[in-house]
T-cell receptor, first 114, second 114 residues
Framework: DSGVTQTPKHLITATGQRVTLRCSPR?????VYWYQQSLDQGLQFLIQ???????AKGNILERFSAQQFPDLHSELNLSSLELGDSALYFC?????????????FGEGSRLTVL | DAKTTQPTSMDCAEGRAANLPCNHS???????VYWYRQIHSQGPQYIIH?????ETNEMASLIITEDRKSSTLILPHATLRDTAVYYC???????????????WGLGTSLAVNP
């Protein structure tokens, strides 16, 4: 158990819909990262937050947005969903916004868009 | 950002050492090498990381060549539970050095056989 909690574990929805994925980082971790993993693909970095502020942006679509709240949990909002958005979405956290230190990943949210 | 090259797949007999190579010939002087593994669609798990020196922890050893252009992850006594995709990644930082993005490839699928 990494200490990172993601909900929901599974989500099935239709094209054009909007969903929200939630992540609670490990206790004490200030940084949260979101990743997307499509079938048989590597992890694609989406976005990073540190203590409530956006710190790095990767290949995140304009239809997607995220935020980190004062209690440090984070939400990833996916809107106008397309079939290609079906993927595993992982959240990870780390202690600080520094150059060393490992990431702790949650078990992921599996999104299926029909 | 430095990219990594890993074999697509490898096999190892249970109880034997598994040596997973990684090429990162374009690595910069201040970039770390990280290893993670992902067991069948679970969240990736941190294994080890290093900059120049060889590193060892309870999970594995990391051997980095003197020129830092390649490294090898060693699982000394592989078990069936070590069957997973192993990712070798190089940490990238922005100019301010206050955030990071890990660039993930497709990793090496290690099968530990009885």
């Amino acid at each position: 158990d990494s200490g990172v909690t993601q909900t929901p574990k599974h989500l099935i929805t239709a094209t054009g819909q909007r969903v929200t994925l939630r992540c609670s980082p490990r206790s004490g971790d200030l940084s949260v990262y979101w990743y997307q993993q499509s079938l048989d693909q590597g992890l694609q970095f989406l976005i990073q937050y540190y203590n409530g502020e956006e710190r790095a942006k990767g290949n995140i679509l304009e239809r997607f947005s995220a935020q980190q709240f004062p209690d440090l949990h984070s939400e990833l909002n996916l809107s106008s969903l397309e079939l290609g958005d079906s993927a595993l979405y992982f959240c990870a956290s780390s202690v600080a916004n520094t150059n060393t230190g490992e990431l702790f990943f949650g078990e992921g949210s599996r999104l299926t868009v029909l | 950002d430095a990219k990594t090259t890993q074999p697509t797949s490898m096999d190892c007999a249970e109880g034997r050492a598994a040596n997973l190579p990684c090429n990162h010939s374009t690595i910069s002087g201040n970039e770390y090498v990280y290893w993670y593994r992902q067991i069948h669609s679970q969240g990736p798990q941190y294994i080890i990381h290093g900059l120049k020196n060889n590193e060892t922890n309870e999970m594995a050893s990391l051997i980095i060549t003197e020129d830092r252009k390649s490294s090898t992850l060693i699982l000394p006594h592989a078990t069936l539970r070590d069957t997973a995709v192993y990712y070798c990644i190089v940490r990238a930082v922005n100019n301010a050095g206050n955030n990071r993005k890990l660039i993930w490839g497709l990793g090496t699928s290690l099968a530990v056989n009885p």
